[in-house]
């Protein structure tokens, strides 16, 4: 059973008091969701707001149990202030990677934590790459960082196809925040774990190039 700590406790209690605000007031759910002509017309603040809301109680679950996994595991090695940082982070780079892909598409809109807790999944999966993840349909666990690179990789897909009713985009940025916010606040895994970090890097690099391609 992990052991959570307060940090992580309030993050899931604001989501789920947000969420579940969202839930029964439509018009609170579509002021404070991710919205592009919204954010254009200066209401920076979804870009926040919209990572606590969520569509259904499902959708709110599948995130904080997401969540409870790995949160301890970044606040184990850094501390709940570095956590929260991270978790900020990566939901703020969702949503700029969302607005930076969908800025033309004014109609746009994404709710859901899947951004900072991928963010957070990514940190983890970046501190502790030897971890043994399980998923459905796959009968043996497998290194985390596999799973890691996958995942995005299959983000990249799933943004090129427009696959499904979810924020790939958002997905995508929070792990790049997650990423990101690591390495500045550990650079030595740089050095020690030189490898992990460019396989880490590489579904990032892709995403970059196939956008100044004209691919995505």
């Known amino acids: 059973m992990v052991n959570l700590h307060i940090a992580t406790i309030a993050i899931m209690a ?16 579509d002021r404070y969701k991710f919205l592009i002509n919204g954010i254009q017309a200066g209401q920076k603040e979804r870009m926040v707001t919209s990572g606590f809301l969520h569509v259904d109680i499902s959708h709110l679950f599948f995130n904080m149990f997401t969540l409870y996994f ?14 929260l940082i991270i978790y900020f982070v990566s939901l703020i780079g969702g949503s700029l990677l969302a607005l930076f892909f969908h800025k033309d598409e004014p109609y746009y809109s994404a709710v859901g934590a899947s951004g900072a807790v991928t963010g957070i999944l990514y940190a983890a999966i970046l501190l502790n790459p030897d971890m043994q ?4 349909f796959i009968p043996i666990p497998l290194p985390a960082y596999v ?42 895994l740089l050095v020690t774990d030189t490898l992990i970090v460019v396989l880490l890097a590489i ?12 691919k995505i």
């Not at 993840?133 to 459905?136: A, N």
């Not at 799973?147 to 997905?171: C, P, V």
């Not at 579904?203 to 391609?213: D, N, S, T, W």
């Open 14 to 29: 604001a989501n789920v008091l947000v969420s579940l605000r969202g839930f029964s007031d439509s018009g609170f759910f």
């Open 70 to 83: 790995f949160a301890d595991v970044v606040i184990s090695w850094f501390g709940p202030g570095k956590f």
């Open 133 to 136: 993840l399980g998923i459905m």
């Open 147 to 188: 799973l890691g690179i996958a995942y995005l990789l299959y983000s990249i897909y799933g943004m090129k196809s427009r696959l499904g009713n979810i924020g790939h985009t958002a997905h995508f940025g929070g792990a790049i925040g997650g990423f990101a916010t690591t390495l500045l606040f550990k650079p030595e």
């Open 203 to 214: 579904p990032i690099i892709i995403l970059f190039v196939l956008e100044k391609l004209g």
